[in-house]
Structures are given as structure tokens and as C-alpha cells.
């Protein structure tokens, strides 16, 4: 009986010894991570008992091109900048992949694509018709700022502001946490308020002016816009970004964005200056100048 | 809010206010070509750069959490004690003759005066709707100069800059007198502040008509200044790390900062090299600009700065201004510039259209 049974359970054993040889190396690993969700679980160091967001941060995603899905297309002038001027294609990083305009303001948005690399600021009261603002080195708003392919840094300290210090443009804003009340006047970057819930930093964004565009795709708000951002540490490294976005003038519900933020980690990285704006002035006033007409 | 000269309205109007605010932006060595060499020493000179607010005995400078001295908060550094001391002054000016130093200062700064004709005084009367209340006020010591070395208060006399430099400056005031004659050929030759590429946040920070205000943030390794004017956050690492490589140049240069006790001490080199990225036209490549924040009072910062530019100046100088800490209700507004730059296209417009009709005198371009 005895030998029997070693006869049987030998070469099954065996079976399971090389299964288990064959799977060793992977077992002190976590299973690659599917969705943002599958993260492992992770609370961020505490600074005055709140998570600690401080660094530099950027967004490696092409939504500043287009937050919807987008094929890979040569960009401005391709006569002059060959593929220096390429844009790589990208996925929507729109929860479920479109945005959900109103028919007209679809019919806008096509319109802001075709006029995005005109410019024509000859008259104060059109000054901001045509043209993609980042083309004209404007403060982005929010969220693009968040997500343009520039760094920013979280300076958070032990005031009730937390900053937020963007490369492109030199652009800022201050968060005010726990903060009553509401925006006195429209701004480029808008107001914005913030809490904590748990470990994510929640920014209430209101008060932008409508000029702002989301990308270069041309997707757009009204001055109706709301942003309710959400920042959640998920490692060391990583933030992930949330913004809800609510517009009953453009759009017919409100539409979420998700995008992952990384820590820059070179040695000794700094926010840059990106002052564009010496970029800008032949394209916006080369025709005002001495004998140009 | 009790700043009148809201910024509420400052956001919706900055770009209209530019030109004639920051006119006197458009003379390259608008103060500091005014030799010293005339001015006397005082007979007590202010050596030290500690002003006279001394701090009350118990009070002790707060600190953050994690053990920095405690900067955060709004501050403003609106003054009317002028950079330099006015002829005949002492160091400072006694209790009772404050007042009329103030009106002789808001006089100098347009207030109170109908000089000049019709068209002179609208100006005025415009420039004086943005003037910061605080701006009219001299400093809680009296001093009668922001400079406090050398000890006469004044800058101290020029060095003979070289040919190309003087064939620069020499463009520089043929561009600053097209724009004030109304005739600009072009919007890269106007001044950066008109540009909007610069404005008060260039280290030294000086007190003007408006936006005097600053946001100082702290976090565990940084100190970060962001003045009102234009939007930018001056990144400050205390990390000891070395400055940006020799050959990475920015407007704003590139600051490093250490604490000596309660002092935040700041270095700024790598500035760019274009003509008027430093103060008063000095020499990008040799300007060296020292800042100190000390906080004296739970209200009030002094702010000290030293200049040394051997290629611009004999000697180097230094300057004392306090901040006051504002109310928190009264808090900062972002300030657009750029985006809103009306101004840029009128002074070009009524340039050209000056060429085209000489007999159109120097009115306002229609708005």
C-alpha cells in the first residue's frame, strides 16, 4: 500500500516541485499593475498630518494635443519643420472616450481646429477669437496646465496656500484650502479652493475666463466652466490626476479626465524658465511694425 | 477691501495701465545715471543695515514645523522713501517734519499738482487712480533713502562702461526716445515690463506705483517669492545644490538661498545677457545681487539687498526696505500681462499712423 503510494504521489510531487521552481521568482513580486486602481495600496508621508505632495511633477501623455483619441499627424507647417513639427498620436484620456458637447458647441470646437494657428489681435474686442492660447504664450488654465508637456512643482508648506508653479509661461496659482469665499474676478488661472479627503488633495476651480482651451484639438469651455480636481498619491512617484469637468453652456453632462503624473527624479531638477512670450510677438505684431503694410 | 487700487480692477485693466506707469521703464539708467559725486557724506554715516524697528522684547521669530524661520504670508513693500536720499536730507527726517517729507515725495510722484498743463495733469490724475495708498507713506524709521550704503544714501558714482556696452545703451535710449515720441518701429524694442517679459519681479524688489505685493511660500527645502507683477514663483532650493551651468541663462537668473539664524539668504546669478535684464542697465555678466529677509516682527520682513558690479558701479551698494505683512483678507489676484497687451498694438498702430499723417500730434492712440 505504502509503496504504492509513493509510486503514485512521486512523479506528482515532482510535478509540483518543478511547478513551483518554474514560479518561485515571481512570487515575491506583485502582479503588474492593470488600471491606476490596482495600484498597491500606499499612504504618502505626512507633512503637518496631511500627505506630503511636495516635488516636481509632469504629465508624459499627449493629451495636450488632443484629450480625445488622436492619430499621429505632422503638425504645423510640415514643408518647414519636417518631423520636428510631427505630433505623436494618443489614447482619449476621457472616461469613456468622448466628450459629451452639445451639437453646437461640437460645431465649435471643429471651428477652434481650423482657426487654431490664426492669430489677429488688430482689435481689442476680437483680441481672443482665433488662435490656440498656447500659441500665444497664455496662461493655460486648468487643467491643461496640468497636463502640458511642461513640469510643475507643489510647494506646500504649513500656510493655509498651497502653490502650484508651472513652467509654462511662469504660470501659477495658489490653492486656498479650506476656503470660503468664492472667486472676486475671472482669471487665466482661475480660483481655486482646496481640501482633503483622505489621502487626495481635492481643488475646487472656478472662476476662469472662458478664453482657455483644453488642448490643441481645440476642445473648449464657456465661463460656466467648474473643474473639481483630484491629486492622490499612489507611490513615491506617482500622483494620479483626476478632473471632473462641468459646463451646462457646452456640454450636456459632466465628463472626468484621468492622467498620471510622475515625479521628475534628475539630480538637482529645477522648474525652468519658459517665457515665451519674446516667441509670440512676430507672430502677433509683426504687422504693426515699421513698414510692414 | 480696503486697497482701492484693487487688483480685482488691476486684472480687468492691467494691460491699459502699462504705458504710461512704466514709461519712466523706458529710460535705461532712469535714477542710477545721476552721478553722486556731488552728494556729502553724512556726518553720522548708517554703517549698519539693521533699520530702527527694533522687536519687542518677548516676541521671538516664529518658526515652521519642520524648523525654518517663518516667512509665509502676503507681504507689501510699498514705501514713498525714495532709493536715493534727496539733496540736503539727513538719514533720516525728525517726528514732526514726517508730514512734509510725505507731500514733497507724493508731489515728486504726481500727487497735488497742476503743472504742466492740461494734458500733463490727466496723466497724472491717471497714474495717481493706480497709486498704492501705501506708496505715500515714508518708512516707520524715516529714513530719507532706501539706500543705506554708502552712508550719504545715494548710488554710488558710475565706472566708464565699454564702447560696445555704451553702443548698446546708445540703442536703447534711441528706442526709449521712438516710444516716447510716440514712434515705435517695432515690439521687440520696446521695454521688457511693456513686453511683458519682466516687470517688478526682478530682483532688487523696489516699490512702485502698484502691485507691491508679495506671496512668500515654504516648504521642508524651499522658499518660494512670487511677486504680483508678473505672475512668476521664484523658486528658492536651500539645499546647498550648485547653481544652474554656466551657460543656462534666464530673465529672472537663478537663486540659490541658505538660512544664517533667523536670515534667509539668497544668491542669484545666470542672468540672461540682453540689455536692462538687471537694474538700471548693469552688466548681466559681472551684477551680483545679495537679498536678506529677516523677519523683525511678526508683521514686518526687512528686506535687504546688496548690489556689487564692478563694470557698473565704483562700489557695491545696499538697500533696506521693510515688507509689511497685509491683511489676509486683502489677498493677491493674478496678474495678467501678456495676455491682455492692448497696448502694444495702440503704440504700434499710432506709430504707423503717425508715419503716415505727420501732422497727428502726440495724442493718446484711440482706444
Given amino acids: 500500500m505504502r509503496t504504492r503510494f509513493w509510486r503514485v504521489i512521486t512523479p506528482v510531487g515532482f510535478a509540483v516541485m518543478i511547478a513551483l521552481i518554474w514560479l518561485l521568482p515571481l512570487a515575491g513580486q506583485a502582479p503588474p499593475p492593470r488600471q491606476p486602481s490596482a495600484f ?38 510640415p514643408e518647414l519643420m519636417g518631423a520636428y513639427g510631427g505630433w505623436p498620436a494618443g489614447q482619449s484620456v476621457v472616461e469613456g472616450g468622448e466628450i459629451p458637447y452639445k451639437p453646437e458647441a461640437l460645431a465649435k470646437k471643429r471651428q477652434n481646429v481650423a482657426n487654431r494657428m490664426k492669430v489677429d489681435v488688430s482689435n481689442d474686442k476680437t483680441w481672443h477669437n482665433l488662435g490656440d492660447p498656447e500659441m500665444k504664450c497664455y ?106 469637468i462641468e459646463d451646462p453652456k457646452v456640454y450636456t453632462r459632466p465628463w472626468k479626465i484621468t492622467i498620471p503624473l510622475y515625479r521628475r527624479m534628475e539630480k538637482n531638477v529645477q522648474l525652468l524658465e519658459y517665457k515665451c512670450v519674446p516667441f509670440t510677438e512676430e507672430m502677433l505684431y509683426g504687422k504693426f511694425k515699421k513698414g510692414a503694410s | 477691501m480696503h486697497r482701492w487700487l484693487s487688483s480685482v480692477v488691476v486684472t480687468a485693466f492691467a494691460a491699459v495701465a502699462i504705458s504710461s506707469a512704466l514709461l519712466i521703464a523706458q529710460t535705461p539708467t532712469a535714477t542710477g545715471a545721476k552721478p553722486a559725486a556731488g552728494a556729502k557724506p553724512q556726518a553720522t554715516p548708517a554703517k549698519t543695515a539693521a533699520p ?36 540736503g536730507k539727513g538719514e533720516t527726517v525728525g517726528e514732526g517734519d514726517a508730514s512734509q517729507f510725505e507731500e514733497q515725495l507724493a508731489s515728486d510722484l504726481n500727487r497735488d499738482r497742476r503743472d504742466g498743463g492740461p494734458e500733463i495733469d490727466v496723466n497724472r490724475a491717471y497714474n495717481e487712480h493706480w497709486m498704492d495708498s501705501r506708496r505715500l507713506k515714508i518708512t516707520e524709521d524715516r529714513r530719507t533713502s532706501l539706500i543705506v550704503d554708502p552712508p550719504d544714501g545715494r548710488l554710488p558714482p558710475q565706472v566708464q562702461i565699454s564702447p560696445e556696452r555704451q553702443k548698446i545703451r546708445a540703442e536703447r535710449q534711441a528706442a526709449a526716445n521712438r516710444f516716447n515720441a510716440g514712434m515705435p518701429l517695432v515690439a521687440t524694442e520696446l521695454s521688457l515690463p511693456i513686453r511683458c517679459i519682466i516687470r517688478t519681479d526682478s530682483p532688487p524688489y523696489l516699490p512702485t506705483i502698484y502691485n507691491n505685493d508679495f506671496q512668500i511660500y515654504q516648504s521642508p527645502g524651499y522658499v518660494v517669492i ?53 537694474y538700471q542697465g548693469a552688466n548681466p555678466a559681472t551684477y551680483k545681487i545679495t537679498e536678506r ?75
Fill in chain 2, 52 to 87: 530702527a524697528k527694533p522687536a519687542a522684547k518677548a516676541w521671538s521669530a516664529p518658526k515652521t514645523p519642520w524648523g525654518d524661520p517663518d516667512l509665509q504670508g502676503v507681504w507689501n513693500d510699498a514705501t514713498s522713501t525714495p532709493l536715493q536720499r534727496p539733496n
Fill in chain 2, 226 to 278: 512670487a511677486p504680483e507683477m508678473i505672475h512668476s514663483a521664484r523658486m528658492i532650493p536651500l539645499d546647498g545644490r550648485p547653481h544652474l551651468g554656466k551657460n543656462l541663462h534666464q530673465w529672472l537668473g537663478d537663486t540659490r538661498g541658505h538660512f544664517e539664524g533667523n536670515t534667509l539668504v539668497i544668491e542669484t546669478t545666470n542672468f540672461r545677457t540682453d540689455d536692462g535684464t538687471v
Fill in chain 1, 40 to 77: 498597491p495600496a500606499y499612504k504618502a508621508p505626512r507633512l503637518n498630518g496631511h500627505p506630503d505632495l511636495n516635488g516636481i511633477w509632469q504629465a508624459f501623455t499627449t493629451a495636450n494635443i488632443d484629450l480625445e483619441d488622436h492619430e499621429a499627424q505632422s503638425g504645423p507647417h
Fill in chain 1, 139 to 244: 496662461m493655460p488654465g486648468i487643467p491643461r496646465a496640468t497636463y502640458m508637456p511642461y513640469p510643475f512643482q507643489i510647494v506646500q508648506g504649513s500656510s493655509p496656500y498651497i502653490l502650484m508653479a508651472y513652467e509654462f509661461a511662469t504660470a501659477s496659482r495658489t490653492i486656498r484650502m479650506d476656503w470660503k469665499d468664492e472667486a472676486p474676478t475671472d482669471t487665466w488661472m482661475g480660483w481655486s479652493r482646496g481640501h482633503w479627503e483622505g489621502d487626495t488633495l481635492v481643488v475646487d476651480v472656478t472662476g476662469q475666463r472662458e478664453e482657455t482651451w483644453f488642448d490643441r484639438a481645440g476642445n473648449y469651455h464657456s465661463d460656466m466652466l467648474h473643474v473639481v480636481e483630484r491629486f492622490t498619491p499612489l507611490s513615491p512617484y506617482h500622483l494620479m490626476y483626476e478632473a471632473t
Fill in chain 2, 293 to 367: 529677509f529677516t523677519r523683525v516682527a511678526n508683521d514686518t520682513v526687512n528686506y535687504e539687498f546688496t548690489i556689487n558690479d564692478p563694470m557698473t558701479w565704483s562700489k557695491p551698494w545696499t538697500a533696506v526696505v521693510p515688507w509689511t505683512k497685509i491683511d489676509p483678507k486683502e489677498q493677491m489676484y493674478e496678474y495678467m500681462c501678456h495676455e491682455d497687451n492692448f497696448d502694444i498694438v495702440h503704440l504700434l498702430t499710432g506709430a504707423r499712423n503717425r508715419e503716415k499723417n505727420p501732422s497727428l500730434n502726440l495724442q493718446p492712440a484711440k482706444r
